[in-house]
């Protein structure tokens, strides 16, 4: 069973980093992108950004380009986002999500979502 | 990286159809069939209903389906159930290697 578990969200000031994480099992971790989308409180879906199998494919949305940084840890099955600079509107429940459809694509579908963390930036 | 466009509503009787439209450009929706197709639940992740604009996963009800005409691409789900009030979003590839989504489709069974 595919299961994407995310953690490191919490309330933060301004300006401050978090860095989120997302632990993946149920599937070879290694043959797939993966991806970071967001959801402000009662707001629809923002894709935040997207990593290839081998990180030689990364891309961000330019509302948070320059700011966010996308990894992964192919051996530790893990994703990671670290958020730098943060905005209150950056405030929302982080997804970690699956692309479908193997090491030829970097962006397809999203076949598998966690749960999220939810990142509250105030003062 | 404009959102595609929604209706913000939609409604239908039990047993009814509906069919909740997704509005892009030639930039995303006209220009690649890699349109999705999520429903959320309140409080719930996202699951995916549709992919590559009319292909439904395994386990999703034959009862959704999905096309793509030009810069316009369609959910209709028919044979309405309760179980199918939630919020719909599509999706779809844009140039330069994105993703942009709907803003969301309410979808209320009477």
């Known amino acids: 069973e595919v299961q994407l578990v995310e953690s490191g969200g919490g309330l933060v000031q301004p300006g401050r980093p978090l860095r989120l994480s997302c632990a993946a099992s149920g599937f070879k971790f290694d043959d797939y992108a993966m991806h970071w989308v967001r959801q402000g409180p009662g707001k629809g879906l923002e894709w935040v950004s997207g990593i290839s199998w081998n990180s030689a494919n990364i891309n961000y949305a330019d509302s948070v380009r320059g700011r966010f940084t996308i990894s992964r840890d192919n051996a530790k099955n893990s994703l990671y986002l670290q958020v730098n600079s943060l905005r209150p509107e950056d405030t929302a429940l982080y997804y970690c999500?699956?692309?479908?459809?193997?090491?030829?694509?970097?962006?397809?579908?999203?076949?598998?979502w966690g749960q999220g963390t939810l990142v509250t930036v105030s003062s | 990286q404009s959102a595609l466009t929604q209706p913000a509503s939609v409604s239908g009787s039990p047993g009814q159809s509906i069919t909740i439209s997704c509005t892009g450009t030639s930039s995303d929706v006209a220009n690649y069939d890699l349109v999705s197709w999520y429903q959320q639940h309140p409080g719930k992740a996202p699951k995916l209903m549709i992919y590559e604009a009319t292909k439904r996963p395994s386990g999703v009800s034959g009862r959704f389906s999905g096309s793509r005409s030009g810069n316009t691409a369609s959910l209709t789900i028919s044979g309405l159930q309760a179980e199918d009030e939630a919020d719909y979003y599509c999706s779809s590839y844009a140039h330069i290697s994105t993703v942009v989504f709907g803003g969301g489709t309410s979808l209320t069974v009477l």
């Open positions: 999500a699956k692309s479908s459809g193997g090491r030829g694509y970097f962006l397809k579908d999203f076949d598998y």
